[in-house]
């Protein structure tokens, strides 16, 4: 029984990165034999057994056999007598096709060091058609490995995956997974351009797809592509060091532009209300989480209102607020904020440019948490109102707190 260090480990140890999460293959074993040595079996489709003292992965070899389309289409045989070369062989890139011994010492069947020396990212074997998975892993690393490329022979097999249907077996979790955790890295445009040169986001995403060569008024968007525009976006998301559902709602904020007549471009009067089926749709699609889901459908509905929000009366902010619910969710609200600031920022030569809508309406948000609701309702109750009268009477609390923190910091109270 012999142990190796295999994979990203291996991987990011050579680039002189963190080595976060370790995983391990066995070789010359069977599941008798690792049980006796005291791990314990986790696997369902293939042995994995988790280390006694460490609780790490560890693996048996194995080879895997294509036998149906999709993720989920393969047979896996491990047996004592698979060995480490066999096993490297079935990985996606030849960057993650490494091992390393009980020694220190590199296993590199198939020039997993050249390519990291060269920053490429290259298929390990034609085996890499058959999993779909492995295009948006690929398009993940090359958001994470900003310097690296994709080999042409890696890209042509990806386009011929995309013709053939591979990428529509995919599951929703699946492509959740990989694709939120691709948004998640340093590059996150990055993922998207891998997507679009193999063909594979107009399968999984249309309504992005249909964003690239859109125009947008150039007095507004200098980039004026609304593809480009997200790109940009989606990376200010990255430098703003942003959350999951920031990003997300970023990467949906723009779907309606899509669906500008013709005859009205370069404008996109309405596109926030046109938007808002497609990112329901897309999020049942994706089966993405609800705080996600909900956070871009708030976005795409309200983020040209906050642009604005500089100009509004102290009423129309505080109506902004109402529709956001912002005092019982005020988390959401500041993530809301954030996503229209990386909208803002995410333009051609205005990357820096200051965005104060964010920090008014932050100041507009403490104004209303700390209005004392019970004593406001107290008070209309003394006053004789009943109801909805009630309700209407704390509003005109919350109201007057924002006029009263506006007029302590200079600020005008009714629209400019």
């Known amino acids: 029984m012999k142990q190796y260090l295999v994979g990203g480990a291996v ?36 042995p994995v057994f988790l280390h006694p003292q460490s609780h790490e992965e560890y693996a048996l070899a194995r080879t895997e056999r294509k036998t149906a389309p999709g993720y989920h289409g393969f047979s896996f045989h491990a047996a004592p007598e698979v060995t480490l070369e066999q096993d490297l062989a079935r990985r996606d890139l030849t960057i993650n096709a490494m091992a390393q011994d009980a020694d220190g010492q590199i296993i590199d069947p198939y020039g997993g060091q050249r390519d ?72 996150p445009s990055r993922l998207l351009e891998v997507l679009r040169d193999c063909g594979a986001l107009a399968r999984l995403s249309p309504e992005v797809e249909r964003l690239f060569g859109v125009p947008q008024p150039a007095a507004h968007h200098p980039e004026i592509d609304t593809g480009l525009h997200l790109l940009m976006v989606l990376d ?7 959350p999951l559902p920031v990003r997300y709602a970023c990467l949906c904020h723009d779907l ?41 459908e708030m976005v795409a509905r309200e983020h040209t209102h906050v ?36 909208d803002a920022r995410g333009r051609l030569g205005l990357t820096l440019r200051p965005y ?13 948490l700390a209005v004392d609701l019970a004593a406001a309702s107290a008070a209309a109750i003394a006053d004789g109102k009943t109801g909805p009268a009630i309700g209407r009477a704390v509003n005109q609390a919350r109201l007057a707190a924002l006029v009263a923190v506006c007029a302590a910091q200079g600020l005008p109270t009714q629209a400019t």
């Open 307 to 342: 642009h604005q929000s500089e100009a509004f009366s102290a009423e129309a902010r505080l109506r902004l607020l109402e529709r956001c619910d912002a005092w019982r969710r005020p988390e959401r609200f500041e993530h809301l904020l954030w996503a229209c600031e990386c």
């Open 116 to 187: 990291l020396r060269d920053k490429v990212l290259r298929h390990v074997s034609p085996a890499f058609g058959e999993d779909p998975v492995r295009i948006l892993r690929l398009a993940r690393f090359d958001a994470r490995f900003t310097e690296f490329s994709v080999a042409p022979e890696t890209l042509a097999l990806m386009r011929h995956m995309v013709a053939d249907g591979e990428v529509d077996a995919l599951v929703a979790e699946r492509v959740w997974q990989e694709l939120s955790r691709g948004l998640m890295e340093a590059r």
């Open 356 to 368: 104060p809508q964010r920090a008014r309406l932050l100041l507009d948000l403490r104004a209303v």
């Open 11 to 46: 991987r990011d140890g050579l680039l002189g990165l963190p080595v976060k999460d370790k995983d391990w293959v066995v070789v010359g074993a069977d599941p008798a034999a690792m049980r006796r040595a005291g791990f314990m079996p986790v696997g369902r489709d293939f």
């Open 236 to 242: 200010q998301c990255a430098a703003q060091a942003a």
């Open 256 to 296: 309606g532009k899509g669906l500008t007549p013709t005859d009205q471009l370069p404008r996109h009067f309405g596109h926030e209300a046109r938007g808002l089926p497609l990112v329901r749709a897309l999020s049942e699609r994706w089966r993405v989480p609800s705080d996600c889901r909900e956070l871009a």
